[in-house]
């Protein structure tokens, strides 16, 4: 993804995100890291989380919690195979896609 406001400083974070190691939680995997290769995983632009301005944002969205469900960006969830997989699809990247 490309920045939307070149030539504005912004600061680094660190996350880390969940998958079920199940069928479909390693076929994200695949597909997630072709996303990362090819930058579109974050961009940068204002939390919606923390509401700060100016930080790595998903434009995928990923699980950073292992409970608590969606509202706790969380699983279980269960339609958040669904939701990423039509999120990648959109950027091209598809099980068709990988090599």
Known sequence: AN???PGVPYSGTT??????????GRLIL?????????????TI???????VRNVPVWVIHHK??????PA??????????ERVLEELSQIGITKETLN
């Open 3 to 5: 920045h939307p406001r």
């Open 15 to 24: 996350r880390t995100a969940y998958l079920p190691n199940d069928d479909g």
């Open 30 to 42: 695949r597909l997630l890291r072709k996303a990362f290769d090819h930058r579109h995983i974050f």
């Open 45 to 51: 632009g204002d939390s919606l989380a923390t509401g």
């Open 64 to 69: 950073t919690s292992q409970t608590g469900g």
């Open 72 to 81: 706790n960006y969380g699983f279980p969830d269960p339609g958040y195979y």
